[in-house]
């Protein structure tokens, strides 16, 4: 499967932002799919996943109550949408598939090219 980020931005603090995640190639519906983060130096960071076949989502810690993780069969997407986004949010954002649902980005075999999200103070 062949994935697509996009929807990264400049944003103020408090402000909201929504990533897509396009699949072509395989039904996204099939797979489990993350969104992680990544700032240079660091490891990519867990911030969401979905699995559809029997449901389910998990947000990292400082995800929960301010994004929301979504699918569209219709357009074979997934999307993130953030809202309060604080400027420790800013970073490039990559969303991830693999047949199971996973925290772990070594998991992940499938990924998108990364969409840089930056939000000012």
Not at 14 to 28: H, I, K, V
Not at 76 to 85: A, R
């Amino acid at each position: 499967v062949q994935l697509q980020a996009s929807g990264g931005g400049l944003v103020q603090a408090g402000g909201s932002l929504r990533l897509s995640c396009a699949a072509s190639g395989r039904t996204l519906s099939r797979y489990g799919v993350g969104w992680f983060r990544q700032v240079p130096g660091k490891e990519r960071e867990f911030v969401a996943a979905i699995s559809w076949n029997g449901g389910g989502t998990d947000y990292a810690n400082f995800a929960k109550g301010r994004f929301t993780i979504s699918g569209d069969n219709a357009k074979n997407t997934v999307s993130l949408q953030m809202n309060s986004l604080r400027p420790v949010d800013t970073a490039v954002y990559y969303c991830a598939a693999e047949l199971l649902r996973s925290s772990s980005f070594r998991e992940y075999k499938n990924w998108g090219q990364g969409t840089l999200v930056t939000v000012s103070s």
